[in-house]
C-alpha cells in the first residue's frame, strides 16, 4: 500500500470501518511510515480541537431563565 | 424528571447546552441567533416534557428539537444572504483530502506531514487555533457541516448521526471523511 492510499482509508480506519484485511496492511504501513503516522496524528488531534468547540458554560442568566421556566412547568394532569 | 426534579433539569443543561449551541451555530447566521434557537429549544423540552415517552433518547429527542428549530431559522435567514453565498464554486470540503502533488509517482509522501506531536499542548489548544476549527466548520457546505457537528462536536455514535439526519451509513462515512478532511487541511495551513 502507498501513503497516497493510505491516507484515503484513515478516518475509515480511525472510525474502525476497515475490514480486517485493511485494517492490517493499513498498521503495518503506519508502522513503518514516519510520515503517514504524523498524518493520523494530525488527524486525532484535529477531532481533539473539533470536540473542544462544544466546552461552554451555560451563561449564569440564561440558566436561571431555563430553571425557572422548568419549575414553572406542571405535568400536564395537574394543570 | 417529569415529577419536576430541577436538579436533574439543570445537569441536562450542563451538559448539553455546549453541544447544542455549537451545532446550532452551524445552521444560523451568528452566534446570537444561535444562543436564540438553543434557548428556544430548550422551552420546548420543558413544555414536551410530559410527552416525552422515552422511545427514544432524552438526548436523540433534545437535538431533534434543536434541529427542527434551527433548521426552520436557517431557512428564513437564508433569504437575507447575498446571492453570491449560495453559490460557490470552489466548495470548502470539495477539495482532495491531500494535494495529489505532495506524492511522487510511487505514491510516496515528497512534502512531509509536520508532526503535531512536538508542538505545545498550548499552542495547540489555543483561541485562535479553535476559532479557525470554528471557521473551518463554518465554510463548509451544510451536508458536510452537520455531519462532524453531530459527530465530531456533539460526540454522537456514526449510527446516531446518520438516522438523526437520514442518510445512509455509507453517506455518513464519505460526509465525514470529507469534513475532517477539510478541517486538518486548513489546520495544517494555519498551523505550519
Ligand atoms: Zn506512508
Redesign the interface.
Given at each position: 500500500m502507498?501513503?497516497?492510499?493510505v491516507?484515503?482509508l484513515l478516518?475509515?480506519y480511525l472510525?474502525g470501518?476497515l475490514p480486517a484485511a485493511d485494517r492490517q496492511r493499513v498498521e503495518e504501513h503506519l508502522a513503518g511510515c514516519?510520515?503517514?503516522a504524523?498524518?493520523v496524528?494530525?488527524?486525532r488531534?484535529?477531532?481533539?480541537?473539533?470536540?473542544?468547540?462544544?466546552?461552554?458554560?451555560?451563561p449564569a442568566s440564561?440558566?436561571q431563565?431555563?430553571?425557572t421556566?422548568?419549575?414553572n412547568?406542571?405535568?400536564?394532569?395537574l394543570r | 424528571m417529569k415529577a419536576g426534579d430541577a436538579a436533574a433539569f439543570e445537569a441536562l443543561l450542563d451538559r448539553y447546552h455546549g453541544p447544542l449551541l455549537r451545532v446550532a451555530l452551524g445552521y444560523v447566521r451568528d452566534r446570537e441567533a444561535a444562543e436564540d434557537a438553543v434557548q428556544e429549544t430548550w422551552l420546548r423540552v420543558v413544555a414536551g416534557l410530559d410527552r416525552f415517552e422515552g422511545r427514544s433518547s432524552l438526548k436523540t429527542w433534545i437535538f431533534g428539537i434543536l434541529l427542527n428549530v434551527a433548521r426552520s431559522r436557517r431557512r428564513r435567514d437564508r433569504r437575507l444572504l447575498p446571492f453570491s453565498a449560495l453559490f460557490r464554486r470552489d466548495e470548502p470540503g470539495s477539495e482532495p483530502i491531500v494535494d495529489p502533488d505532495r506524492f511522487n509517482a510511487e505514491g510516496r509522501w515528497t512534502s512531509l506531514p509536520d508532526n503535531w506531536e512536538v508542538l505545545p499542548e498550548a499552542r495547540l489548544m489555543s483561541r485562535e487555533v479553535l476559532d479557525r476549527v470554528g471557521a473551518a466548520i463554518g465554510e463548509l457546505p451544510p451536508t458536510l457541516r452537520e455531519v462532524i457537528l453531530l459527530r465530531d462536536v456533539a460526540g454522537w455514535s456514526a449510527e446516531e448521526a446518520a438516522s438523526l439526519l437520514g442518510i445512509s451509513a455509507a453517506n455518513q462515512r464519505v460526509r465525514l471523511h470529507r469534513a475532517r478532511g477539510h478541517v486538518r487541511r486548513v489546520l495544517e495551513e494555519y498551523l505550519r
Open positions: 502507498t501513503c497516497r492510499q491516507v484515503q478516518n475509515d472510525e470501518m514516519e510520515a503517514c504524523a498524518f496524528g494530525q488527524l488531534a484535529s477531532r481533539r480541537l473539533v470536540a473542544r468547540l462544544a466546552e461552554e458554560e451555560v440564561v440558566k431563565e431555563l430553571l421556566a422548568f419549575r412547568w406542571r405535568p400536564a394532569g | -
